[in-house]
């Protein structure tokens, strides 16, 4: 057999094995044989350490381009077990395909399992090789299968995009911030400030509905109860009991009805996920942020609050606020802000007491208008600056006030800037940094330039 004959067979036994290698990897990792988690919902389980939700997407729903108000082209799982990934082992073995977390978008976690810690759900997590370090991170007042549950986009063809809006929202409105289990893990285990995650619930329209289920189911529940009572007492005390249980039921219902619409706030100074008067087809509303000390769910922060956070951190392009009129009594006025400049942190030690400044700079256009008034006179316009820049320091002050006096968090990293003035990590370790910060002396400086209203000058 010559050279050239013994390379030939080489060469066709090694592409053998290449064919015969890649189409099995072809074969098991086949579109057809995954079955894509987008979401992923941890609950505290009745029998288990946790109730595990999962929220696939119908493959033939994205080779089809199908609008995913269709509710069918959605999955959704869940099972209890004692770790997060022996539940999704079971979940795969019920759906008999295999589960991959390549494309799970956002992570969900009760609150209710938020304030017993999550470290370990964190840590075990990011070390999963499927899991992306940029999917979301979510603590919603209801829980996690509830909010999963209700996730129906309306103007988005498919549920991942909808959940890929969060980064875009968070840069136009400061209503809720860009958390990812990334900065999470990076936070817990740098050491360098305290945590936070995106706070969802449910928006007014699911919550409606799911007191209307509370009511129907509990009342379903109290005709039961009070049909076997009768069977087994006289037909007065059978009266007697099903007159009692039927004012019950009407007092817990008004309760219910009463609850739902006293709960709605309209203003950003006490707006939260969970309360807000939003309604329609999707069931879920993200506002707020949910604050973590070290890993456990502390509180919470209202949307007037998270715009403060993010202007401190520079992580926001505009927003609108509305401010009390200084040209008119009894009156508000919108303004939309932007950032004119980075914002600026000092920190400084005076007599063993620390002292935090923040400095803002702003600037801002009218939005509301009235027929009476010059949006381009000078005396007007530095009436409005005044006013703005007023409305924000005091925002800024009740924010510090929260983060340090009543949550004792460094979510801002304010620890970074005060390093400089100790030459060893022991020296910033007896300083006792907690104690230090939560009596810290906090100042704010807000210029804010008002250029003029949008579009119209003169009315």
Request: hydrophobic residues 30%; glycine residues 4%; negative net charge.
């Amino acid at each position: 057999m010559n050279k050239t004959t013994i390379w030939i067979l080489i060469f066709f036994i090694f592409l053998f094995f290449f064919i015969y290698g890649f189409s099995n990897s072809y074969i098991s990792h086949n579109l057809s044989n995954l079955a894509y988690v987008f979401s992923l919902g941890i609950d505290k389980g009745e029998n288990a350490n946790f109730k595990i939700t999962a929220q696939f997407t119908k493959n033939s729903a994205i080779s089809k381009g199908n609008s995913s108000d269709d509710s069918s082209n959605f999955v959704l799982t869940s099972c209890e077990a004692d770790s997060i990934f022996n539940g999704i082992n079971l979940i795969n073995s019920y759906i008999g395909r295999e589960v991959n977390l390549a494309h799970c978008s956002v992570v969900v976690f009760s609150k209710e399992i938020a304030e017993q810690g999550i470290s370990e759900e964190i840590y075990s997590l990011i070390n999963n090789e499927e899991i992306r370090p940029d999917a979301n991170l979510v603590v919603s007042n209801c829980s996690a299968y509830d909010y999963i549950n209700n996730v129906k986009p309306n103007i988005e063809t498919l549920t991942s995009h909808y959940y890929e809006t969060f980064s875009i929202t968070s840069k136009f409105t400061g209503y809720i911030a860009d958390i990812t289990i990334g900065n999470f893990f990076n936070d817990l285990s740098g050491r360098s400030g305290d945590s936070t995650a995106i706070l969802g619930g449910l928006n007014l329209t699911a919550r409606e509905n799911d007191s209307s289920s509370g009511n129907s189911s509990q009342s379903s529940v109290e005709d039961e109860e009070s049909s076997k009572s009768s069977s087994n007492s006289s037909e007065s005390s059978s009266s007697e009991s099903s007159e009692n249980s039927s004012s019950e039921s009407s007092s817990n219902t008004s309760k219910v009805q009463n609850s739902t619409s006293s709960d709605i706030i309209t203003s950003s100074e006490n707006l939260i996920a969970g309360n807000s008067s939003i309604s329609g087809g999707r069931g879920t509303e993200n506002l707020g942020l949910a604050v973590f000390k070290n890993d456990k769910y502390c509180g919470e922060l209202t949307v007037s609050e998270t715009i403060s956070h993010l202007l401190i951190n520079n992580k926001i392009s505009t927003c609108v606020v509305s401010i009390d009129n200084p040209l008119k009594e009894n009156s508000k006025i919108e303004i939309q802000i932007s950032p004119k400049k980075k914002s600026k942190i000092t920190t400084n030690i005076e007599n063993n007491n620390l002292k935090i400044n923040v400095k803002l700079n702003l600037v801002a256009d009218i939005i509301s208008l009235d027929r009476e008034t010059d949006y381009e006179n000078n005396f007007i316009l530095e009436k409005v600056s005044e006013a703005t820049s007023s409305y924000f320091k005091n925002e800024l002050n009740k924010y510090f006030n929260k983060v340090s006096k009543e949550y004792s968090v460094d979510i801002d990293k304010f620890c970074l800037s005060t390093l400089k003035y100790f030459p060893t990590e022991k020296d910033f370790y007896n300083f006792n940094w907690d104690e230090k910060y939560k009596n810290a002396e906090f100042s704010a400086d807000v210029d804010v330039n008002v250029v003029s209203s949008l579009l119209v000058t003169q009315t």
